[in-house]
């Protein structure tokens, strides 16, 4: 059974940072890629950021491209999304998943099970 505990989330102001984390169960985790997605109010999910199962890939959506960095530690289960120079419009509930292969779009999780997510929420 998959299980995904995202955390890290929270308020804060523009151009700030967080980092989010998120602990994976059910799956030999380093077996998978791994990726990171948002949704706002109103909106479908969307992928934010992808890592490869051994960590030496990664890709983003072009609204993040050069503000986050998303990694892994695969002894500990983890993935992280590091986010930086934060924006309003980043304001969402994130999600992280396992990665169907290969290592390209379209991101797809592996099933529909998803964790609680976490609350980013970015005011100006």
């Known amino acids: 059974q998959v299980q995904l505990v995202e955390s890290g989330g929270g308020l804060v102001q523009a151009g700030g940072s967080l980092r989010l984390s998120c602990t994976a169960s059910?799956?030999?985790?380093?077996?998978?890629?791994m990726g990171w997605f948002r949704q706002a109010p109103g909106l479908e999910r969307e992928f934010v950021a992808a890592?490869?199962?051994?960590?030496?890939?990664?890709s983003y959506a072009d609204s993040v491209k050069g503000r986050f960095t998303i990694s892994r530690d695969n002894p500990k289960n983890t993935v992280y999304l590091q986010m930086n120079s934060l924006k309003p419009e980043d304001t969402a509930v994130y999600y992280c998943?396992?990665?169907?292969?290969?290592?390209?779009?379209?991101?797809?999780?592996?099933?529909?099970?998803w964790g609680q997510g976490t609350q980013v929420t970015v005011s100006l």
């Open positions: 059910g799956r030999t985790f380093s077996d998978y890629h």
């Open positions: 890592i490869s199962s051994l960590g030496f890939r990664t």
């Open positions: 998943h396992y990665l169907r292969p290969p290592f390209t779009t379209p991101w797809r999780a592996i099933n529909d099970s």
